[in-house]
């Protein structure tokens, strides 16, 4: 089975506002909503990958990320381990630089449904206010 390595950026603003991007239709948890970010490639830390990932997808350049996890999830053709980034500090102004659906939504207001399975147990982190 494929094992992927995924670097995940919450970014997050002063009122506790979360970016989000939908997953394109044609994608695997197709028009799920997701944490922007991407595979880690080889000889790549999980924080390099976050920054390359994020200026491609959002256009922003991150000036700090804070590591606060991991998730590993076993889909039916594919397992990820998941390195969640906590994104506080960037230049630039985020958007769906590939033409992806976004939002901002108030860190309270996430529902883990929206999100894939693998992201379920950091929503309700957030929800909860530990993070």
Avoid: C
């Avoid at 506790?16 to 970010?37: Q, T």
């Avoid at 920054?51 to 990820?80: F, N, P, W």
């Amino acid at each position: 089975m494929k094992h992927l390595q995924v670097a995940v950026g919450i970014i997050r603003d002063p009122q506790r506002g979360i970016f989000l991007a939908r997953r394109s239709s044609s994608s695997h948890m197709a028009n799920k909503w997701e944490f922007p970010g991407g595979k880690i490639e080889k000889d790549e830390t999980a924080e390099q990958a976050l920054k390359r990932e994020l200026m491609e997808e959002t256009g922003i350049e991150v000036m700090s990320a804070q590591a606060i996890g991991q998730a590993d999830h076993t889909y039916e053709d594919v397992h990820v381990t998941l390195h969640f980034f906590l994104v506080e500090q960037w230049k630039g102004e985020p958007w769906g630089k590939e033409g992806q659906p976004q939002r901002w939504v108030r860190q309270e207001a996430l529902i883990a449904e929206e999100f894939p399975p693998a992201n379920h147990q950091l929503v309700g982190r957030l929800v909860a206010g530990e993070l």
